[in-house]
């Protein structure tokens, strides 16, 4: 269960933005792995929240 969700959360991730209004969304969905699955809180998650958005897909469109 946890496994199938984990995976949920990477193929939303390694998606990224594919339209209009998945912003909170998507933001969401990076800052909960961070947390459950990196362990991250604090700068750190806020760090890696923004990088990994940057770095995702149509992120520029």
């Known amino acids: 269960m946890v496994d199938a969700w984990k995976q949920d959360l990477e193929r939303e991730?390694?998606?990224?933005?594919?339209?209009?209004g998945q912003t909170d969304h998507l933001l969401?969905?990076?800052?909960c792995y961070g947390v459950v699955f990196q362990g991250l809180t604090g700068t750190a998650l806020v760090d890696y929240v923004e990088q990994t958005a940057i770095a995702s897909a149509g992120y520029a469109e």
């Open 13 to 20: 991730m390694a998606e990224g933005w594919t339209g209009y």
């Open 28 to 31: 969401k969905t990076i800052a």
